[in-house]
């Protein structure tokens, strides 16, 4: 079954999100730097009204996937929290110095949310070397890669997107994301045989889920 995920940056994104036919809801603050983590406020009131998956972005700040001992530390006790009140999983992803997976930081963080499925998330664009990368990632143990297949969108991206599916063959979901619409979704989903999908269906300024385009979304993935 082909599945929509909806990255939101609120509470009524959640809400609309959920009401219009997603199947998943990444929850996020920080819209203006791509994602960072909500407030434990946030995610515990979204859980509360939500009745389909909510996965929570661990990522402490915007800027480079790069982390200090103490962002690292943070990061941790952030999904010790949300643990706690059974989010459907986490979202992060931590390079080295040289756009490498960090192995040991992101093992050690996928071992911290078990039970709990991880993704890793558009990090994974700014790597060097993309077929390692997808390698090092699965090792580490993560369920979903989010990506634009290292372009601007995933439109342009789509080839890479389409290699990286044949290459993952079932062994991690390859999840395709950035500037997704109803206008190309067909066309993404066509060129890469992909089974989930992502998009912040904002269309304006308002940083607010656009209801409409979640239906049109859905609709065109049937």
Known sequence: MVQLEIACFNLDSALIAQQNGAD?????????????TPSFQTVVKTKELLAIDLN?????????FVYTDEEFEQM????????????????????????SVNMKQNAELVALAN?????????????????KALEDVIYCGFNTILTS?????????????????????????????????????EF??????????????ITDDSKMANPKEVIALKSNLK
């Open 56 to 64: 929570v972005m661990i990522r402490p700040r915007g800027g480079n």
């Open 149 to 185: 297949g290292q372009a601007q969108n995933a439109t342009e991206g789509v080839k890479r997107i389409a290699a990286l599916v044949a290459k993952a063959n079932n062994r991690i979901i390859i999840m395709p994301g950035g500037s997704l619409r109803s206008s190309n979704i």
């Open 115 to 131: 039970p709990f499925p991880c993704t890793f998330h558009r990090a994974f664009d700014e790597v060097e070397e993309v077929l």
């Open 24 to 36: 998943r809801v990444e929850l996020c603050d920080g819209f203006e730097v791509g994602g960072t």
């Open 76 to 99: 941790k006790l952030q999904i010790l929290e949300f643990k706690k009140i059974q989010v459907s999983g986490f979202v992060f992803g931590i390079l080295n110095e040289d756009n």
């Open 188 to 201: 993404i989903r066509r060129e890469t045989k992909a089974q989930w999908f992502h998009s912040s269906v």
